[in-house]
């Protein structure tokens, strides 16, 4: 558990904010929100681990050559593939966020297009100004990922897929936080997929999720909570956490005035 208070003139002092990402995402959001001056709950609910793949990913991996383009999503796709791939790379690369781009220049490579935005509709639509009829496509995803992205490019040219992370979900948590939670003595409820939403659902049965100060990052995530009735108060404008932090402080202006 971290529990931190950085007093600040910020709009967030003394907020408490509970973020739900995994356990082994980069920690930059954390970082951002103590610095901001927010009471910082770290409640992982999900983990993510690179996956076991089948003999066609395999395939997929040793001929990735045949493909013209890369799409990376997330940052995990970006780290779990380079952990399979000693090859030089020759694709154009496209991605959604700047913070994947930023991970993908960790290993020496840099998006032909960047998404900047938070909606995979609107870049599938995109990328067909990028992808060619003829060309072969491969999305880099987990395992949860849905098949939006996919199918929209499957209209247009040749698509496949490979998931080199999974999801899972962590039944341990703090039970100090779930204190906060269970008597709503929070600000705002932090999920950033829709994995982190479903296993919060589950760990927390007694809940009244109507009520629930949800904060999404995406609108695949938001989508998750709408499904169950649930409107979040809030989704980030970017599917990046410097769009969500500005976001997280809209909000909360908007409540002031």
């Keep these: 558990m971290k529990f931190i208070v950085i007093m600040s003139d910020n709009i967030l002092n003394n907020k408490v904010i509970i973020s739900t990402h995994s356990e082994t995402e980069n920690d930059s959001l954390s970082e951002m929100l103590i610095n901001s001056g927010v009471k910082y709950f770290h409640l992982p609910l999900i983990k993510i681990s690179e996956n076991d793949l089948s003999k066609e990913e395999i395939e997929i991996l040793e001929n990735i050559n045949s493909f013209q383009n890369l799409i990376f999503t997330s940052k995990n ?28 220049l960790k290993y ?3 998006s032909d297009y960047i998404n900047e935005g938070n909606n995979s509709v609107i870049f599938s639509q995109n990328l067909a100004n990028f992808i060619n009829e003829n060309d072969k496509t491969l999305l ?19 698509a496949q897929r490979i998931n080199v992370y999974k999801t899972e979900k962590i039944k341990n948590f703090d039970n100090k ?13 932090l999920f950033s997929s829709p994995s982190a939403f479903y296993s919060f659902k589950e760990s927390f ?30 989704v980030a404008d970017k599917s990046d956490y410097e769009g969500f932090i500005i976001s997280i402080k809209n909000h909360f202006k908007k409540i002031l005035n």
Excluded: M, R, W
């Design 77 to 104: 796709g970006v780290n779990y593939f380079f952990k399979l791939i000693n090859k030089k790379l020759n694709h154009k690369i496209f991605t959604i966020g700047k913070a994947t781009d930023k991970e993908l």
């Design 108 to 110: 020496g490579y840099k």
């Design 177 to 189: 936080i779930s204190n906060y939670i269970e008597n709503n003595k929070y600000d705002l409820i």
């Design 140 to 158: 880099i995803l987990g395992n949860l990922a849905p098949d939006s992205i996919l199918n929209s490019i499957n209209k247009y040219s040749s």
């Design 205 to 234: 049965p007694n809940i009244d999720l109507k009520k629930l100060k949800a904060a999404c990052i995406g609108n695949i995530t938001a989508k998750a909570l709408l499904e169950q009735n649930i409107k979040p108060v809030l």
